[in-house]
């Protein structure tokens, strides 16, 4: 078998088609979820905390002047850009939790799914009803 022959035969395979389509999915979805948090959630969270915007907290490490926006510190130097990592860890949170919603309700409606119904016993072979017979005979 060629190469090129095992390699169609391993890309037309349904888990690598179904692979191919849930990495598609999941990088459009977190998309959304990084749109979600950063757009809708972070805001919220950063105007509870008296309007601070996460995204811009930074430690300078390479001697930059206060005040500057975590882009320009960055072209100044090394930067501990933690207020990063709290929007990054938010979101991975949220696409966490939703992802496991996700599966519970998928577990829930397989498990909701009704059993096959039983098949009906097999007929007995011709013996044991002959056998069956005479006992029934002998019994009168």
Known sequence: ???????????VKGNA????????????FGKIVDSIVG???????GKLFGGLDFSNYYVALA???????????KKGGAVFAYGNFIT????????????FMMVKQINRLKKEEPAAAEPAPAEPA????LL????DSLKR
């Open 126 to 129: 011709e013996e044991v009803q």
């Open 17 to 28: 088609i179904d692979l191919a389509v849930g990495v598609i999915i999941g990088g459009a």
């Open 88 to 99: 990054i860890l938010v979101n991975f949170i949220l696409l966490a939790f939703i992802i």
């Open 132 to 135: 069956r017979e005479i006992r």
């Open 63 to 73: 001697g930059q002047a206060a005040g500057l926006s975590l882009e320009e510190a």
């Open 39 to 45: 757009d809708l959630i972070m805001p919220v969270v």
């Open 1 to 11: 078998m060629g190469m090129m022959q095992e390699f169609r035969e391993f890309a």
